[in-house]
């Protein structure tokens, strides 16, 4: 950013009176185009790092609750029944009372 604003300095110096304006405009949209640019980047990032904390703090609950399911002596566990849950554990995680209150801190106002 230091380098556009030196850039638009050193355009205005060298720009007679009546071509300042245009110059000038042109400027501002250059920076508005970057900043639209990069404000998107940082959404796209900011989604990325929700899904992640969201599937780590999965997983950490997953490793707390050995599986979700526990294993009994003579007693067979289906697979749908692992699977169930896991689903179980998954809604119950906490990710998203925890991702409310971290995504104010990561987002541009």
Same mark, same amino acid.
């Given at each position: 950013?230091? $380098?556009?604003?030196? %850039? /638009?300095?050193?355009?205005?110096?060298?720009?007679? *009176? %009546?071509?300042?304006?245009?110059v000038v405009r042109d400027w501002i949209r250059s920076?508005?185009?970057?900043? +639209?640019?990069?404000?998107?980047?940082?959404?796209?990032?900011? &989604?990325?790092?929700?899904? !992640?904390?969201? !599937?780590?703090?999965?997983k950490a609950n997953l490793d707390h609750n050995e $599986?979700?399911v526990r294993e009994r002596e003579g007693v067979r566990?289906? %697979? $749908? =029944? =692992? &699977? %169930? *849950?896991? &689903?179980?554990?998954? /809604?119950?995680? $906490? *990710?998203?009372?925890?991702? &409310? +209150?971290?995504?104010?801190? !990561?987002? !541009?106002?």
């Open positions: 950013m230091k $380098g556009e604003i030196n %850039r /638009i300095n050193q355009a205005l110096h060298n720009t007679n *009176a %009546r071509e300042k304006t245009p920076v508005i185009s970057r900043l +639209n640019h990069y404000s998107a980047e940082h959404r796209s990032l900011v &989604k990325e790092a929700t899904t !992640l904390l969201e !599937l780590a703090l999965w $599986g979700g566990t289906t %697979r $749908g =029944r =692992r &699977k %169930r *849950a896991r &689903k179980e554990i998954c /809604i119950t995680s $906490g *990710a998203s009372i925890v991702i &409310k +209150n971290v995504l104010p801190f !990561l987002e !541009l106002k």
